[in-house]
Each structure stands twice: as structure tokens, then as C-alpha cells.
């Protein structure tokens, strides 16, 4: 799947296959672009893509999120309210921080989402 | 300059500054998007734009690269020859590759690349 030699891997994010999130998450692919056992030796770089009127679960787990907003145009909600975000936003949430990212805009809403590696690939799967 | 709670924090890249990238670097500038004195306890998030014929400096360094290209197209270079990249790929490279970015396109090569905290700030601003 990826080309070159192990220690330096090319690939293009849409020869990754999308696989649908679960967990209360509506309209919701993500693409396990880099992993662990791609031999990524600290984090995990995914790439989402939430639905017209999509949205991920109003969800919180002990690890942060550093994410950038590719396209599209939405919202993250945590305790305090919503917080309008677009296309070349950059986001840190930290960990234990309850969040839930919506589109609302007119197009897909596509981002990173990069998380540390953790022991638990099941909860890696629902975060 | 990040709006929101501590816990949450949301930024346009375009509002952090572009640093000029040194070290044999040419017409490279960097914005660090997401750093450990911001309250990311485990790796940052920086953004790279090279301009039409720039390079990163051939070079290696005992961390990896998570890379994703956002915009334009180009070389990465390793010990095994010069590979193509585009908008839209992703690539790993492993700690002690020795790498080289080339901007071979008409427009900006515009890329994220994500690395691990490591102690010395100096370090990571020269790679």
C-alpha cells in the first residue's frame, strides 16, 4: 500500500480506505492515514471527513486532539458553548476536554486529527 | 492570540506569524501552529511553505516527520533517489532518514509536518 523503502513512506490520502466511525457519530469516515503499525513510533495521524449536517459524538477521553480543518466549514462544541471553525483552522483540545464537531456548513467537512499512540487500539477506534 | 478556554483552543493558521527557516534552508518559512508552551503535552504541529524552487536543507535528525501536503507538488529526496509528491499525500519519515523537501511546482508547496516534543527548543527549530 504505501511506496518506498520502510523508513520513508509516500502515500495519497485518498488511496486509504474511509471506514465508517460508530459510537453515536452521524455521517462520520475516518482514514488511518499513519499508525503505529505503519511503524509511527509516538502518533497517529487520521484524516475525517464528516457529512452535510454530520456530526462526531459529544465525547471526552484522556488524550488530546491537535487538529487542522482542511475544507469545509463547521463547529466544536465543549462546555462552553459552540465555536465556529473553517478551512485552515488549527484546533488543540486537550485531553479529558468533552467535544463533539459538527458541519454546518453546505460541503463535506474534512480535517486531521492527530492523537498519541495509546496501549487500547479499541478506544484509539472510538475517539 | 489562541481564542477559547485553555482546554480548547482554535486558531487560523494564517494569524500565526511565518518564521524565515535558516540552516541551508531556501525560501522555507515556518508557522508553529501547535507547540508544547501552548499546552500540547506530546508533539507539535507545524506548517511549512516553500516557495516556487525552494528546498528544505538535506538533513536527518533522531525524530520522524508526520507529513501531509496541502498544497502544490514537489520532491522528497532520501538516500535512494528524489520521489514525487502532491497535495493530498502523506508521508513517514522515519528518525535518522536522511530527507530533503524540494518545491518542483508553479505554486507555493505548502505542507504540515507533526513531530514529537524534544527537549532542546534549538533542535527543533532547525529541523
Not at 492515514?33 to 495521524?45: H, Q, V, W
Not at 488530546?64 to 475544507?71: M, P, S
Not at 485552515?88 to 467537512?109: A, P
Request: net charge neutral; glycine share 6%.
Amino acid at each position: 500500500m504505501w511506496s518506498r523503502k520502510p523508513s520513508l513512506k509516500i502515500i495519497n490520502y485518498k488511496n486509504i480506505k474511509p471506514e465508517p466511525e460508530m459510537h453515536s457519530a452521524k455521517g462520520v469516515s475516518v482514514r488511518w492515514l499513519i499508525t503505529k503499525k505503519m511503524g509511527a513510533p509516538n502518533f497517529a495521524m487520521r484524516l475525517f471527513e464528516v457529512d452535510q449536517n454530520g456530526s462526531s459524538p459529544n465525547h471526552e477521553h484522556p488524550w488530546e486532539h491537535e487538529v487542522f480543518i482542511l475544507d469545509g466549514e463547521g463547529e466544536v462544541e465543549n462546555s462552553e458553548g459552540k465555536h465556529a471553525i473553517k478551512s485552515g483552522d488549527v484546533i488543540l483540545i486537550s485531553s479529558n476536554e468533552r467535544h463533539q464537531i459538527i458541519n454546518t456548513g453546505c460541503e463535506t467537512l474534512r480535517f486531521l486529527c492527530i492523537i498519541p499512540h495509546i496501549d487500547d487500539q479499541r478506544m484509539m477506534k472510538n475517539n
